[in-house]
């Protein structure tokens, strides 16, 4: 989930849901390009999300002064790289990440 922090900033939110919309169909692809240069391509998780595209669905939402993707599966192997790939990403972000657990 990405919500902007103003949440009167119109095209902010705007950028956000371009961004997730576009994140979304390469995710549900297999391809995790744009995380990986942005962490690094042995970002934990991403390698095994690339690999089992076909166990695994992504679904856009819009959200007020935002969006989400909602990743679903039942493949044990894929909810650990996800939680995997998450955490990782939380501690990349540092403070400006939020984790919902």
Request: glycine share 4%; proline share 3%; net charge positive.
């Amino acid at each position: 989930m990405i919500k902007a922090k103003d949440q009167e900033d119109t095209a902010q939110i705007s950028l956000i849901r371009s961004h997730l919309t576009k994140e979304n169909s390469m995710f549900s692809q297999g391809n995790f390009r744009d995380p990986a240069a942005l962490h690094g391509a042995n970002m934990p998780g991403i390698k095994t999300l690339a690999e089992t595209k076909d166990r695994y669905q992504v679904k856009y939402t819009e959200i007020p002064a935002g969006a989400k993707l909602t990743f679903t599966s039942k493949d044990t192997a894929v909810i650990n790289a996800l939680h995997i790939w998450f955490d990782a990403q939380l501690k990349d972000h540092g403070k400006d990440a939020k984790s919902k657990k």
